[in-house]
Structure formats: C-alpha cells, structure tokens
C-alpha cells in the first residue's frame, strides 16, 4: 500500500526579527536595505543568529486510513507542521506529497461572521473550508441537527451564545469530506457533553477510512482517536510508533528536567543536623519524571543528609491542588526499622498505586520531624510539582471523570423488580462491570 | 509552493462516501489513491505560475465572499444601502456648486448639464476608488482566514472589488433618474456600458490586488492611499472635460488609464463619439497590470500567513 501522506526533510525557518516586529513600514525596509551590506560586514557572516528552526528535517509517511497523533510540547512545531500540510505557510526546505484532498481545521468557526445568520455562515464556512455549495446543500439539515440549534438558524450568530457558536462551527468542520483531515487543539473548547460529541463524530470520520492528523494537548483524546503517532520535539522527529508507546515517551522524556528539585549548600531546607538534598518524581520505570500515567504506580523521592544521629527522624510530606486544597500526607517511620537515623545520606520513598490521583497538577512539600512531633524540625515549601495525565478517559465517550481521586472502580448493578417471576434468585439478574 | 494536479473535486469526489456512516475499508482507500500527488507542498520560489485552474476551482468561495461582504457592508447603519447612492450625489451637488457655478465649467461641457456631467464621471470613480481603498485593506482584515485556512488568497481582493459592484448598479439607477429628470434620451450607445464596467473592474482587480499584498507587508499603504485616490481623481477628467487640459499635456492624460474609461462611460452614456485610441491605451495598460500584480501576488502571497 501506498502512504497517502509523504512528508520529506520538512524544514521551516522563522526569522526572530520578523516574529516580533510583525509589520515592517516602508522606511524601515528601505533603512535596512541601505544597511544590509554594512550588517553584513559587521557580523562576519553569523547570520543564522536571528532565526530559528520551527522544523527541523521532519520525515514520514502516513497510510491512508490511519489516524495519527502529533505530541509535542508547546513550541515543538506541531501547529507550523499542521500549517504547512494545509498551505497556510511555505516550507523552507523539503515537501510534502498528499494524494487525496486536505480539509484542516486549526480553529473553530473560521470565517464566520457575527451579522450573518446562522444559516448564512454555514454556506460561508462551509465554503471557506472547501466544500461545494451543492454538499452544503445536500448536508445542510444534517449539520443543523448536529449544533442543535434549530431555532436559531435564521438569528444573526452575534445573538448566539458562545456554546451555540462553538457547536454550529464544530459541526460544519466535522461534516467535511476531504481524504486527508487535519485537525488542530479545537476540542478544549465548549462544554463536556458536546466535546463528547465531537469526539465521537470523528471517531466515525477515522473509521469511514479517512486519514486524520490530530493535536492535542489532552491526552485522553489522543490516545482515543488515534492508533498511531508522532512525537516531535523542538522541531524534530523524535519517533513515531504506535499511539501507546508515543504517548509514555512523551510523558516520561519531555520536560524531565524541570521534574526535579537539587538544594544547593546555599538554599537548602536544614537544621544544624539535618539539611534536605533532592526532591523528584518517579513513573513506574523508574525515570525522573513530571508527567505521569494515570494508569501507573509512582513514587515521591526526596534526600537529605543527616550530620549526627536524630532520634526517632520522620520525613513526610503534604500534597495540594494548584488550589490549595490539601489531598493527603504521610510519613515514613515504618520504613526505617531502627530508631535512630544517620550519620548519612538518605532517600525516603513514598510509592503510590496505580488510579489513585485524577488529571491534574499537584504540588508536594516535605517535613522532617523529631519526637515529641508537636513541631517540624524542617518544613519546605510546596516546592515539588508534577501533573497526571489522563491517557484513558472514562467509559466509551473518554470523559474526564471529576474530582481529586480517579479510583478503577467496580460497579454492580442488579434488577430487583419485586413483580418478577418468583423462584428466581436474585443474583441471577446481577450483572457485573468494572471501570 | 503549490500546485494542484487536479481539480478539486476531482476524481476522488466520486468514491468518497456519501452517508458519513458507510464504513469504508482501508482497502478501498488504498484503490482510489491517485498514482501522482494531488498537491505537492515545496518551498516557495522567486517566479510562480499564476495557477489559474486553483483559482477556477475555488470560484464558489469568489461568490460567497462577495456576497458575504455586500451582505455586511450596511448592516447596523440607519440608511443602509442609501450610502451607495449618497457618497456620488453628495459629491455631484458639491462639484456642480463649486466647479460648475462658481469656477464656470457649466459652459464648457459640450451641452450636457453639469450635474449629469459630473454624476457620470463620479459614478464609475467612486466605484473605481472604493474598490481599490476596499481590496487594499481586505488582506489585512482577513488574517483569520489567511492563518487558518488555505484557499488562493487573490480571491479576498477580488471579492471586496466584486461586492462594490452593487454599489455600483444602485447609483446608476439614479443616473438614469437623472437623466430622464433632465430629458436626456437614452442613446443606444449604451450598449457599450458593460464592456467598459468590465474593464473599470478589472482595472480596479489589479491595482487593489497589488496594493493589499503590499499592505501586508507594509501597512504605510492605508495611510498613503487615500491622498493617492484624491490626487488620482483630479488627474482624471471627472469633474471638467479633457478638452479642458492644454493640447501638449493631453499626452500624460492618456496615459492615465481610467482617462479613456470614464471617458468612455460619458460617450455611452450620452451618445458622443467614442474616443478608441484612448480607450485602446487604457484597455492595454489594464491588462498589463493585472498581469503585473497578478505574478507579483503570487509570489508575495506565501509570506502572507507570516506576515498578516
């Protein structure tokens, strides 16, 4: 088989400069023109010092059918390959062959205009996006049905509210047709139910044998939609696999350097006795981390160095939300056999099961304490932070569930009707599902 | 940059599924792949082709933003499209005061009353202005479909010239209110009149669609613009005859080319002879720049969703 998509050596250059003037005028065009050679002299030749490599020799293919994900921090240059594969913006060097037809979505409502009536948009964005009056037409009643807002379709959008706005411009897009659909970060927006929705409106779009190139921050959407993916970091290519393997790559290398507090002799949380080193993260593999698996096991580290033995030494730590909203706490006497602590360098190591936090970001701090327990000897800031990702959703829609906790939970549910047919036991009827 | 093997539709158009829910195999897809690129994607280089066929494909999206931008132009004004009426009357009454009573030019406009001397001339030029000062900032204001979507963006420029066009139609319906006010007859000459609004729109294409690629790079264009509108319609026999410019500068007259055509909308309009040498030089020096502006276009457009 054939890839549908060829992308070869993609590279995309900005220039600094231009990103943050954005408009040159005409007098400063022709003071730089005069100027050039004279910079050009200056510098001795180091002109690549102002630019930057938004993409840097990207390769691959796609097959047609295939739905992939692209995962990358923010600034990775996943937006710039989207734009580049929809022609919004030319390639510096490299290209890319498409053997079908691309319909890209890399914002809601494009086109829309808030005098038009509802109606009126649907025909105008439609066409924007590359649709023929005659589909329009042909899918006009579907598209209305599928926004819900049938009353509204002759009001003016500036009336709408900005859910309606939201479900009509979704709807447009997701009735494209095109082989190839190319789909930017537009699913945060509007509210949980018609996320689902959408989300399972292109599910069927992979499923009709479209191939789809999606971003996304939310992981659980990722890991839904597609099957394959891509992780490009700082413009590049780091590997593309199977969704699964993509997605822990992503969450266990990107950003592991920021994942770990080292107090130098200078800011170190200490007492005359006692001073704390290192604070940081694991996943289930063992790797210094900040984001993490729902899914998985992982443990708080922290290490310090105790100069003269402490009697009966605790260390323990807090966790909050971003809030302040304090989740749990522990303290680690029952890993230390003995009563007394050092001289030494230590590591305490909480380890959490698999399901226990939600998505979100959590702040963590640590105690160290001696009998009588009534004060801390050391108390740190909420100096640790780490964020669980959810890479599952919950149930067939892949909602987030909410709350602090995220609990694989079981649920049984039995009929008890009291009308039934009677010699029939009752754990007949029970049914059994887990989560 | 770009080129599209086909037509959009295509060949694909046909296979591609028209309940959204019929399932499609991989196998399936795999068969109607086209053997060549539908669309390669290359860095941009200096000259480019003017991809006419892209543009053809994209007509549709011609329509509706035309029609988008006729649609909102009067919205949330009292008078609505009264507006394209007022702007030439008001000017008539104002240069037939000034130029016709006070500076005398009543006399020297060959037997047609000033008023409609005037309204004839101002109503392709204020036609001809609005879509150029219109197309030249039509870029700018679209930067949210530049940078979201691709489509041959020489349509935005064109479709702000095409919107002006109704403007157009309902201040000719004055004209004629006027003429018949002034028991003018309606001369068969008036056949005429098509052609020359063809050519005054195409002219105006050009030179707006030249002027909104410049724009986005250089935004000193809004500022400039409208003292080059004001010295251009002064430079043009608008409001005085061209037998008023001395003979050793008529010259530089025909070289302007909207000369020929606002000169050519009077003869039309009033039954005089066409002067073709002058309309020939303007037809001539339309083509050449849309020509012009279309490759220069082109080959600035692929900075646009950089730039804009």
């Known amino acids: ?435 | 940059m770009v080129q599209v093997h086909s037509e959009r539709s295509g060949t694909l158009k046909a296979v591609a599924p028209d309940v959204s829910n019929e399932v499609l195999a991989p196998s399936h897809m795999a068969n109607v792949l086209p053997e060549y690129p539908l669309i390669k994607i290359r860095p941009g280089r200096k000259w480019v082709a003017l991809n006419l066929r892209d543009l053809w494909a994209y007509r549709e999206l011609l329509y509706f933003l035309t029609w988008r931008d006729i649609k909102v132009r009067y919205k949330q004004t009292v008078l609505g499209a009264a507006w394209a009426i007022i702007q030439p009357l008001f000017m008539m009454l104002i240069f037939t005061l000034f130029f016709g009573r006070l500076a005398g030019l009543d006399s020297r406009v060959g037997g047609i009353p000033y008023p409609i001397f005037a309204y004839a001339g101002l109503l392709p030029w204020t036609f001809f202005s609005n879509a150029i000062t219109n197309s030249s900032n039509s870029l700018v204001g679209s930067s949210n479909l530049i940078t979201k979507v691709y489509f041959p963006r020489m349509i935005i420029p064109a479709a702000a010239v095409g919107a002006g066009v109704v403007d157009f139609a309902i201040a000719f319906a004055v004209l004629i209110g006027l003429m018949i006010y002034y028991g003018m007859p309606i001369m068969g000459s008036i056949v005429m009149l098509p052609p020359l609004v063809l050519l005054t729109t195409l002219l105006a294409m050009g030179i707006g669609m030249w002027l909104s690629a410049l724009n986005v790079k250089y935004r000193d264009i809004r500022y400039a613009l409208p003292f080059m509108i004001q010295f251009w319609m002064f430079a043009t026999p608008i409001i005085y005859p061209s037998s008023l410019v001395p003979a050793k500068w008529q010259w530089a007259l025909a070289l302007n080319p909207l000369t020929g055509i606002i000169e050519g909308y009077r003869a039309a309009l009033f039954g005089l002879e066409f002067n073709w040498a002058a309309l020939s030089i303007s037809a001539a020096i339309t083509l050449a720049i849309l020509v012009y502006s279309a490759y220069s276009f082109r080959r600035m457009e692929k900075s646009f969703a950089d730039l804009v």
């Open chain 1, 1 to 435: 088989m054939n890839p549908i998509i060829k992308v070869e050596n993609l590279s995309k250059q900005y220039r600094i400069g231009a990103r943050q003037a954005r408009y040159a005028t005409l007098r400063e065009s022709i003071v730089g023109t005069v100027r050039a050679p004279f910079k050009r002299l200056s510098r001795n030749g180091k002109s690549s010092d102002n630019t930057i490599w938004a993409l840097k020799d990207v390769s691959f293919d796609v097959m047609p059918g295939e739905t992939v994900g692209i995962v990358g921090s923010n600034g990775a240059g996943k937006s710039t390959l989207l734009k580049i594969m929809s022609r919004i913006t030319d390639p510096t060097t490299g290209g890319i062959d498409l053997y079908g037809r691309v319909g890209s979505l890399l914002e809601v409502g494009t086109g829309f205009h808030p005098e038009l009536t509802g109606r009126e948009n649907i025909y105008l964005s439609g066409a924007i996006l590359g649709m023929r009056k005659s589909e329009i037409d042909r899918k006009f009643d579907e598209i209305v049905a599928f926004a819900e807002v049938e009353e509204f379709i002759d009001t003016p959008m500036k009336h709408y509210s900005s859910g309606m706005y939201i479900r009509l411009a979704f709807a447009v897009a997701a009735h494209l047709e095109s082989e190839i659909l190319v789909i930017d970060e537009v699913l945060s927006v509007g509210d949980v139910r018609f996320q689902k929705r959408c989300l399972g409106k292109m599910s069927d779009v992979a499923r009709n044998g479209r191939t789809v190139l999606f971003v996304s921050h939310n992981m659980g959407a990722v890991r839904a939609l597609c099957s394959k993916g891509i992780y490009i970091k700082q413009g590049q290519l780091v590997c593309r696999s199977d969704i699964e393997t993509i997605i822990s790559t992503y969450l266990s290398e990107d950003k592991s350097s920021s994942s770990i507090i080292e107090w130098n002799d200078r800011d170190a949380p200490r007492s005359p006795e006692f001073c704390f080193r290192r604070a940081y993260i694991l996943n289930d593999a063992g790797k210094c981390v900040e984001s993490l698996d729902i899914r998985k096991e992982f443990s708080i580290v922290v290490e310090y160095e105790v100069s003269r033995p402490i009697k009966g030494l605790r260390i323990g730590f807090a966790m909050q939300t971003l809030e302040g909203i304090s989740i749990c706490g522990s303290n680690d006497p029952e890993g230390w056999p003995q009563f007394d602590r050092g001289p030494g360098t230590f590591t305490s190591r909480c380890t959490f099961p698999g399901y226990t936090l939600n998505t979100g970001t959590y702040l963590v701090n640590f105690t160290a304490d001696e009998p009588p327990y009534h004060v801390p000897l050391i108390r740190t800031p909420f100096c640790l932070h780490f964020n669980v990702e959810d890479t599952i959703g919950h149930g067939p829609m892949k909602e987030r569930l909410p709350g602090v906790l995220r609990p694989n939970l079981t649920w049984a549910v039995a009929n008890i009707d009291t009308n039934k047919p009677s010699g029939r036991n009752l754990s007949n009827n029970v049914a059994q599902k887990s989560s």
